[in-house]
Each structure stands twice: as structure tokens, then as C-alpha cells.
């Protein structure tokens, strides 16, 4: 079975770090590509960033390049989305997904994901 857990959200101020943590169980990410979205209230979900199997590729979106950064940890099954510089506009529930037929075109295509964690809500003060 398919799971996806995330944690690490919390309050920070404007300009502050937190680090979310996504574990995967049920399939390897070793053999599937994981992605971050974000969804703020009454706005569409966004592609936060995306990692391939091997680790190889990264992709980040235009909002967050420069700030954030995805990285795995093959032996945890999990990975981390370190976020620096943070902004009002970061406060978002953030999400992980994974699909285990994704087109590169579709890296941080929140509609071509099929599974999902339930998030975890991150809150930036201004």
C-alpha cells in the first residue's frame, strides 16, 4: 500500500528556515520520482519541486528557486524539502505526491500525481 507522511510544518517568521520531511512506504524511491506541491487558501495547487528516481534531476518552481532545495535519503525511504528565505506567500499546505507513470512533462503537474500525503500547513509572518 501506497503511503506518504509529511511533517516538519509549523510558524516561522519571515525570512526564517524550516525543513519538511516526506517518508514514503509501500514503494521505493529508489524506482519513482516524489514532488512537493502547495496549496495556499482559495488558490490552485502549486508545483513546488520534484526529484527523479535517481536523484539525478531536480526541478523547482519559478517561486521558490534559489530558496528551497529537495534532497532524498535513499536508506529512509524519505525525503526533505529545505526551505530558506521564507515568505508570507510560502504559507501553504504543503504536499507530497509520487505517480508511478509520470511524463517529464508533468514533474510539477499537480493533476498527473495519483498518490498523496495529507499535508502539512506552513505559516509565514510578515
Known amino acids: 500500500q501506497v503511503r506518504l507522511v509529511e511533517s516538519g510544518g509549523g510558524l516561522v517568521e519571515a525570512g526564517g528556515s524550516l525543513i519538511l520531511s516526506c517518508k514514503a512506504s509501500g514503494f521505493s524511491l529508489d524506482h519513482y520520482p516524489i514532488a512537493w506541491f502547495r496549496q495556499a487558501p482559495g488558490k490552485e495547487r502549486e508545483g513546488v519541486s520534484y526529484i527523479s528516481s535517481n536523484s539525478r534531476q531536480t526541478v523547482y518552481g519559478d517561486s521558490v528557486k534559489g530558496r528551497f532545495t529537495l534532497t532524498k535519503d535513499r536508506a529512509k525511504n524519505m525525503v526533505y524539502l529545505q526551505m530558506n528565505s521564507l515568505k508570507p506567500e510560502d504559507t501553504a499546505v504543503y504536499y507530497c505526491?509520487?505517480?508511478?507513470?509520470?511524463?517529464?512533462?508533468?514533474?510539477?503537474?499537480?493533476?498527473?500525481?495519483?498518490?498523496w500525503g495529507h499535508g502539512t500547513q506552513v505559516t509565514v509572518s510578515s
Open positions: 505526491a509520487t505517480d508511478f507513470q509520470l511524463s517529464p512533462r508533468d514533474f510539477l503537474q499537480w493533476l498527473a500525481y495519483d498518490y
